[in-house]
């Protein structure tokens, strides 16, 4: 029979079946880097495009419709727009911290002074804009709004790198992926402590016990999913209502999910040694010998995977391909006109962005070397990273949420469209500067 199979591979796969065919070109259009920015850029337009038409107004309403439910005198609802930016929003959030802590654990980020330079950059690609929007805003009513110009857009940014192919280096691509998870991390922070209403410490102290029980049944060993996200979202909940925004959850757990896998491949090898095939004469759901060692090697081989790899293979696509696309539909629209360009609050926003990003990270970055606190790949040139730099200023996503909690209806419109403006000339400064250098490998 070991015979038979060595002389047919097929025997030693999974059975195909129809939607494997199908999922295969599926599969691979998700695994191409530019994928997410793309979608992200087609639903950005046609918010734009919408929100310019005869339909503006039913579609604005569209996010304005309340959703949610009742329980006796408690009152849980929201619009359509706030359920898409609170909740689905943790998801992105979530996915985030997992990168972040993946990229620290098992990443280029596990070599401390590597982990030190993206970080520095981003630490100056969030406060120098900050400070330069605030000197130009102080005392004005947009002055609220310097969080807005904080984060950097990780699809787009990501998107933009992978239009370059092979002329870039790696070391490029894993500094300005991690600058990005930072920054989208010191973002949620912001908002946290920036824009939350008056703190209620009891759902405070709800959530804290919350935390304490998930990290409980991850000592006791309890491993299924369901468990954990029923737990979460009486985190979510509790965080809620405690007056600060929800959407911290989503970083607290991702944080805390385990990185460790559970099964080591020694030991899944020696469970797979210890697998027997089932007697082909006739089928029995009874619960024999083999039947034991076939459930053995299930869990096995799943959790060879640690939790959080586990999750972020599984939440990837859905945040790429509907979170983050649905955030922008919901939220990108504004009407263009001629009029807003010279609004106090979009200059402020587009020189926060076009200026503020690329000094402080470049600033930061020199300073983290030249302390010695950081190295930087000879591979990355000071020129790869102007030019990345000036990518990082394109922050679409994190920007418009932001904005939607800084920003009131009379500023909002102003603010969006500073962010569009920046986000459209950093993505082309910064790409034809990364396409002016010469190509990987060759001399200047």
Aim: aromatic share 10%.
């Amino acid at each position: 029979m070991i015979k038979d199979q060595k002389e047919n591979p097929e025997t030693t796969r999974l059975p195909k079946e129809l939607v494997d065919r199908l999922q295969r070109p599926f599969v691979r259009f998700l695994h191409i880097a530019s994928a997410g920015g793309a979608v992200l850029l087609l639903f950005t337009v046609a918010a734009l495009v919408l929100s310019n038409s005869p339909w503006a107004d039913s579609f604005e309403h569209v996010w304005e419709t309340p959703i949610g439910f009742r329980v006796s005198s408690l009152e849980f609802a929201r619009s359509l727009r706030e359920w898409i930016n609170d909740g689905l929003m943790t998801l992105f959030f979530f996915l985030v911290a997992l990168e972040l802590k993946r990229e620290l654990v098992l990443g280029e980020l596990n070599n401390p002074r590597m982990a030190a330079l993206s970080i520095s950059a981003a630490l100056g690609g969030m406060i120098a804009p900050a400070l330069i929007y605030l000197a130009l805003q102080s005392g004005q009513p947009g002055q609220n709004g310097w969080g807005t110009v904080m984060a950097t857009d990780t699809a787009f940014v990501i998107g933009c790198l992978a239009l370059l192919g092979s002329r870039i280096p790696q070391s490029l691509r894993v500094f300005m992926l991690s600058l990005a998870i930072v920054d989208d991390i010191g973002a949620i922070l912001v908002v946290a402590i920036g824009y939350s209403g008056n703190i209620v410490w009891g759902a405070l102290a709800l959530a804290a016990l919350g935390l304490v029980v998930l990290r409980a049944l991850a000592i006791l060993g309890f491993r299924g999913f369901p468990l954990y996200f029923l737990v979460g979202g009486l985190i979510w909940l509790a965080v809620d209502a405690s007056g600060i925004h929800a959407t911290i959850t989503g970083v607290i757990l991702g944080l805390m999910t385990p990185a460790r896998r559970w099964v080591s491949d020694n030991r899944l090898y020696e469970i797979l040694d210890q697998v027997i095939a089932h007697p082909g004469i006739h089928e029995s759901s009874a619960d024999t010998k083999d039947r034991e060692t076939l459930q053995i090697a299930e869990v096995a081989v799943r959790e060879t995977l640690s939790p959080l790899e586990r999750l972020e293979i599984w939440l990837h696509p859905w945040v790429g391909f509907a979170i983050m696309p649905l955030f922008a539909f919901a939220n990108a629209g504004l009407p263009l006109t001629f009029n807003g360009l010279g609004n106090s609050v979009t200059v402020a926003i587009f020189l926060g962005f076009v200026l503020g990003k690329p000094v402080g990270i470049l600033l930061f970055s020199w300073l983290a070397i030249r302390s010695h606190i950081a190295i930087r790949p000879p591979e990355l040139s000071w020129r790869l990273l102007i030019g990345g730099s000036l990518l990082a200023g394109i922050g679409f996503t994190m920007a418009l949420f932001i904005a939607n909690m800084a920003f009131g209806k009379s500023l909002i419109d102003s603010a969006k469209l500073g962010i569009v403006l920046a986000s459209v000339f950093s993505a082309v400064a910064g790409l034809a500067l990364l396409m002016w250098l010469p190509a990987r490998g060759k001399t200047p």
